[in-house]
């Protein structure tokens, strides 16, 4: 038996929406529909729909098209730094909606979308991929460090400033360990 990806959503962060995921979508469409990638010409079966409602606007259906059907990666809703935006990974692909102004989304480059984390003291939300960590804050992507490992990165542990964690390298076939500032994104040699 294959099941579905767990769908859940996770409030790290105060937020002035609330959210509820649907199990299909509506047979009848409301007035405010918003589809993530706006380019999309037709979003297949698995995509993830929400009924968004900001707090003093009216409420919206949010599809976003899928990314992977694979349990590994990461399918739900996360609060953000920004109050008023709401990240939405399907299947790994990631889209940040600003959800007073639903037309403004970003969707990232990172594909997949392997684990997410949430660090409220540094007022950022942890995007993990195969090779890379993207940090986005209040004013949108704040950092990314490209090429942390050849593939597959672990993180071990995240304080307010800091993220270890572990790599491989390519060239020694060996797993290496590192830390980021949390801050700038950059390596910290100890």
């Excluded at 105060?14 to 469409?29: D, G, K």
């Excluded at 007035?31 to 606007?57: F, K």
């Excluded at 599809?63 to 109050?83: E, I, K, Q």
């Excluded at 400033?161 to 830390?179: H, K, M, V």
Aim: glycine content about 8%; hydrophobic content about 45%; charged content about 15%.
């Amino acid at each position: 038996m294959i099941c579905g990806p767990i769908v859940s959503i996770h409030s790290p962060f105060s937020h002035s929406w609330t959210a509820e995921i649907l199990p299909s979508r509506p047979l009848i469409l409301p007035p405010r529909h918003h589809t993530y990638p706006a380019q999309v010409e037709e979003v297949e079966r698995g995509a993830l729909e929400v009924m968004i409602s900001p707090l003093g606007d009216p409420p919206f259906l949010a599809t976003f098209a899928l990314g992977f059907r694979d349990p590994v990666v990461p399918t739900g809703l996360w609060s953000m730094p920004n109050p008023e935006e709401l990240c939405a990974l399907s299947g790994g692909y990631a889209y940040v909606v600003s959800t007073r102004h639903p037309e403004r989304f970003v969707m990232l480059s990172m594909r997949p979308v392997l684990a997410v984390y949430a660090v409220p003291a540094a007022a950022l939300l942890l995007f993990v991929g195969h090779r890379d960590i993207l940090a986005w804050g209040e004013h949108g992507k704040a950092w990314q460090a490209d090429s942390v490992s050849s593939e597959g990165i672990t993180v071990d542990a995240i304080t307010a400033t800091r993220l270890c964690g572990t790599g491989w390298e390519i060239r020694t076939d060996q797993e290496f360990a590192f830390t980021l500032d949390l801050a700038t994104g950059q390596r910290i040699e100890d």
